[in-house]
């Protein structure tokens, strides 16, 4: 492959230029994919457009995104069947009129949050629960979509990429015990990088602004906006198009929180025993997304036995034809985040992560080397749209900077992770985004644009914490 140089941020500034301008995904995504084939091969438009129907189909190459794509699709019907059976609408009932939980818009906005951070297990299980189980409550509280949304996805991207006993510690632990089988850096994977994560400042911030949101008025002028709208009963802004509809479903006779409950609590008990089998308990991806895999299958299984046998509220054949319909719906989603991995592969064939670090790594004082390595990571993943990939990018290269220059290693790597997730949360083109906004029934650039300032915000607090440690040389 000939070297493409800065060529090849052709594709990612395509892609998030057009998703601003034009709000249309899909299509964003879509030219963003071929600009970077047209780049890889030398500008040669036949073979550009024949490589970007390959590239597509070599996605499907890989058994971690299958899997992926399959719960993702099949976990949409459980979520569904518990709508249509009246699940959601049980939950409402308990935790707002029985248990007197939830109460009005900032213990549904909490709730959200906590649902998400808790299922620390995978992304994605995370937020399309979340957003399924705080739907109802979303509407009934007149909650504008886009700051769940935000609450969501922040609140659970700073506690998933801050435990380490899920997929993304799994993945961060293997890139630092890399860097200490080099002989990059000495010391014990587990004890570096748990060191490291109290350095991931723009989560901690993160949390401390979404905080702010829901206990305070305070609010950006685009999410002010979408709150006054949603006082007013108006869910969605006049022109939006969201990725999948979570309007109001009809409910079949008996209805009742266990529709909702029983399928899924089925689901999560299941994981724990799928990581086991396929990974004698480590939470590696494969074995994760495995695990999932099964356990989404397993909550169908007890689905189908608790509607059709023991409640009796449908018919095997309504059952199925039923899951199909939730199954359907996702479609949308699953062309989106096609796109998305796709132009994931595209940003390593295209080398953004090594241009941007060998261009931007010039002579510069010790005490600014985790701002720069925090600043390159975030340019990397909103480029990019991919959180893991920048760690696998920076991390690295993080660890021999601070080693080289004598910097705090565990700072530096705390900056990486920062700026990676920060990225993730603000790029149009975040597979994280892209399933938030669906399991919300937000239009992506809508909730794009109303938690951008929000997020720069944590971005801009963490740049000044990762200046002054780094100068002070306070780290602890």
């Known amino acids: 492959m000939h070297e493409v140089g800065a060529w090849g941020l052709l594709s990612p500034a395509v892609t998030i230029c057009?998703?601003?301008?034009?709000?249309?995904?899909?299509?964003?995504?879509?030219?963003?994919?071929?600009?970077?084939?047209?780049?890889?091969?030398?500008?040669?438009?036949?073979?550009?457009?024949?490589?970007?129907?390959?590239?597509?189909?070599?996605?499907?190459?890989?058994?971690?995104?299958?899997?992926?794509?399959?719960?993702?699709?099949?976990?949409?019907?459980?979520?569904?069947?518990?709508?249509?059976?009246?699940?959601?609408?049980?939950?409402?009932?308990?935790?707002?009129?029985?248990?007197?939980?939830?109460?009005?818009?900032?213990?549904?906005?909490?709730?959200?949050?906590?649902?998400?951070?808790?299922?620390?297990?995978?992304s994605y299980l995370a937020m399309l629960t979340s957003g399924a189980a705080t739907v109802e409550l979303t509407r009934k509280h007149r909650v504008a979509r886009e700051q769940v949304a935000y609450v969501l996805k922040n609140a659970g991207i700073s506690a998933w990429s801050s435990v380490m006993f899920n997929g993304w510690g799994a993945m961060m632990?293997?890139?630092?015990?890399?860097?200490?089988?080099?002989?990059?850096?000495?010391?014990?994977?587990?004890?570096?990088?748990?060191?490291?994560?109290?350095?991931?400042?723009?989560?901690w911030a993160s949390i401390a602004l979404v905080l702010?949101?829901?206990?305070?008025?305070?609010?950006?002028?685009?999410?002010?906006?979408?709150?006054?709208?949603?006082?007013?009963?108006?869910?969605?802004?006049?022109?939006?198009?969201?990725?999948?509809?979570?309007?109001?479903?009809p409910t079949l006779t008996g209805a009742g929180v266990s529709?909702?409950?029983?399928?899924?609590?089925?689901?999560?008990?299941?994981?724990?025993?799928?990581?086991?089998?396929?990974?004698?308990?480590?939470?590696?991806?494969?074995?994760?997304?495995?695990?999932?895999?099964?356990?989404?299958?397993?909550g169908q299984v007890v689905g189908c036995i608790h509607y059709v046998w023991i409640k009796r509220v449908m018919r095997i054949g309504d059952y199925i034809n039923h899951l199909i319909d939730g199954y359907q719906a996702m479609v949308p989603l699953v062309v989106v985040l096609t796109l998305a991995f796709l132009i994931g592969d595209l940003s390593s064939q295209l080398q953004i992560g090594q241009f941007l670090s060998a261009h931007f790594s010039v002579l510069m004082p010790v005490g600014l080397v985790a701002a720069f390595v925090f600043v390159v990571a975030a340019l990397i993943s909103l480029s990019t749209g991919t959180s893991w990939g920048t760690f696998s990018i920076m991390i690295p290269i993080g660890i021999q900077l601070a080693v080289s220059s004598g910097a705090d290693p565990y700072l530096v790597v705390g900056a990486a992770i920062s700026g990676a997730i920060f990225g993730d949360t603000a790029s149009p083109i975040s597979d994280t985004g892209i399933v938030t906004a669906t399991a919300t029934g937000n239009d992506m650039m809508d909730h794009i644009k109303t938690q951008l300032p929000y997020c720069l915000t944590a971005a801009g607090i963490a740049l000044v914490g990762f200046i002054v440690l780094g100068l002070t040389g306070t780290a602890w």
């Not at 029985?98 to 109460?103: A, E, N, S, T």
């Not at 006054?228 to 109001?248: I, K, N, W």
């Not at 994981?271 to 895999?293: C, H, K, M, N, Q």
């Open 18 to 122: 057009l998703a601003i301008f034009t709000r249309q995904v899909i299509l964003s995504l879509m030219l963003g994919c071929v600009a970077g084939f047209l780049v890889l091969s030398n500008f040669h438009i036949g073979m550009g457009l024949e490589n970007s129907v390959q590239g597509a189909i070599d996605v499907f190459k890989s058994d971690g995104v299958v899997r992926t794509l399959i719960f993702t699709v099949m976990i949409s019907g459980v979520i569904h069947l518990a709508r249509i059976t009246g699940g959601m609408q049980g939950l409402v009932n308990l935790i707002s009129e029985r248990l007197k939980i939830i109460r009005g818009p900032i213990s549904t906005q909490l709730l959200a949050g906590l649902l998400a951070m808790v299922i620390f297990i995978d």
């Open 173 to 203: 632990l293997g890139i630092v015990a890399v860097q200490v089988e080099n002989g990059s850096i000495a010391g014990n994977p587990f004890n570096i990088l748990a060191h490291s994560i109290a350095y991931n400042l723009f989560a």
């Open 212 to 249: 702010l949101s829901i206990f305070t008025p305070f609010a950006f002028p685009a999410m002010r906006r979408a709150k006054q709208r949603a006082a007013m009963g108006v869910e969605l802004r006049q022109g939006a198009t969201p990725l999948a509809a979570v309007g109001e479903q």
């Open 259 to 298: 529709n909702l409950l029983v399928p899924l609590v089925s689901l999560f008990l299941f994981v724990p025993v799928g990581l086991f089998i396929t990974g004698r308990g480590e939470i590696a991806d494969g074995s994760a997304s495995t695990a999932i895999l099964w356990a989404v299958i397993f």
